[in-house]
């Protein structure tokens, strides 16, 4: 298949039926940039209201109180070791359960987790989004449905850069920096590979309304068995 969102032969999904927590967990990957928050917007907006929820895998940062602002300003975090996947794992399996979570709240000024955290109750459907979600085998195993949104490189630094000096707060050297540092490399290392494990793969994110309108409806299609 081809209309923009190709399938790959990672395995067909099989949505978990429960009768109180999530029928459906989909994880939604691709590099820094690539519009994977686009994608998943779009996705809940196609999904009547109160019946998905939105967990960011950018969520579980560790909280590395440990060092000094200067020391985690230079962590690599696009490592999947700078997150706590094992707690996300956990809270995905707790919403299968029908019981409710408390996903942390980041603070990428401070790269400090707040003290509050954010309250997420079971819904038929979870979207899991981050560019390592499908890296980690454990929570790759919880994903019913694995959509890769494949953008060009070019295009998803540009808009890293900007997201990250107006919602950030970052000058443009830092970004620089970092980039070369540690943001192209390990999207060479960890999230390019694990494209192969998506299920769908939609080129040029938010844009394709072909491969949305395609995810959408099999999203449909899954609830209504």
């Not at 686009?38 to 996705?43: D, G, L, M, Q, W």
């Not at 999230?191 to 938010?206: D, L, Q, T």
């Amino acid at each position: 298949m081809n209309m923009q969102a190709s399938a790959t032969s990672a395995g067909g999904p099989g949505p978990n039926d429960t009768s109180l927590g999530a029928r459906l967990v989909i994880g939604i990957a691709g590099g820094s940039g690539s519009g994977k928050t686009t994608v998943a917007n779009r996705v809940r907006a196609s999904i009547p209201e109160g019946q998905v929820a939105l967990i960011e895998h950018d969520a579980y940062y560790r909280d590395r109180t440990d060092l000094t602002y200067d020391e985690r300003c230079k962590l690599n975090f696009d490592h999947p070791n700078s997150l706590e996947t094992e707690l996300l794992v956990e809270h995905v399996r707790a919403l299968r359960r029908g019981e409710p979570v408390d996903v942390p709240l980041y603070d990428f000024k401070t790269h400090r987790r707040a003290e509050e955290v954010r309250r997420v109750e079971p819904t038929r459907i979870v979207i899991v989004e981050g560019i390592l979600v499908f890296v980690e085998e454990a929570l790759r195993k919880e994903l019913d449905v694995r959509i890769y949104v494949d953008t060009d490189p070019d295009i998803r630094a540009f808009r890293r850069i900007r997201r990250d000096i107006e919602q950030r707060g970052r000058s443009f050297e830092s970004i620089r920096e970092q980039y070369y540092r540690t943001v192209r490399p390990m999207h060479l290392q960890f999230v390019e590979p694990s494209k192969r494990h998506a299920h769908v793969i939609i080129p040029e994110g938010g844009e394709n309304a072909v491969g949305i309108d395609f995810v959408t409806r099999f999203i449909g299609s899954a609830l209504s068995r």
